[in-house]
């Protein structure tokens, strides 16, 4: 009867992961003791399966090797695929950030309306005493600067009115490219 370190040709073959015909033709070089056969079924001793190992050293590296890259296939599409992803997610999130920033600066912009429109409210004095006229003068230039101030951020939350309206477009349409299938990418 075999032993545990006893193997048949087929099951040394297939646990090195090689051709039964390479473990065939490394055991017809192998002496008599390193083998015995029983019922028409050849065994390898230990000392059989020690020198056919050692003698297939370089064929098991390889198909060991084989073994990993057909267990991990690389497709460079995916990764690419993947990659642009992660890269319209970023591109996703800026853009939320900006929509952010541009519906706190419409707040602001309809305080600063609102200042606006209260200047603009705001009557001459009635009685024109030369010392309330200075004042009145003033008061005016310090308004008038205001206003000039308050026209300018007008100007400047307009301009970002545009950007934000462009970004909503930009985001809108990343989304539906996000949205799309693996198949549709070519399209």
Known sequence: MAEETEKTLTQLANELNVSRDK??????KLPEEDYFKEN??????HS?????????G???KENK????????????SFDYLVEQ???KDEQIDQLQKLVDQQQQLNAEDKNLI????????????KEENPSDKEKYDEQLQQKDEQLAQLQKQ?????????EKETLETELSSLKQQKNKKWYQFWK
């Open 65 to 76: 090797e084989e073994e990993q890259e057909e267990e991990n296939p690389v497709n460079p």
């Open 58 to 60: 370089d064929d098991i």
């Open 154 to 162: 007008l100007q400047q939350s307009e301009a970002i009115q545009q």
């Open 48 to 56: 059989g399966i020690q020198k056919i190992v050692d003698d297939l």
């Open 23 to 28: 473990i065939i033709y490394r055991y017809k």
């Open 40 to 45: 028409n079924t050849i065994y390898l001793r």
């Open 85 to 87: 992803l992660s890269k």
């Open 114 to 125: 609102k200042e606006l429109h209260q200047y603009l409210s705001l009557e001459a004095p």
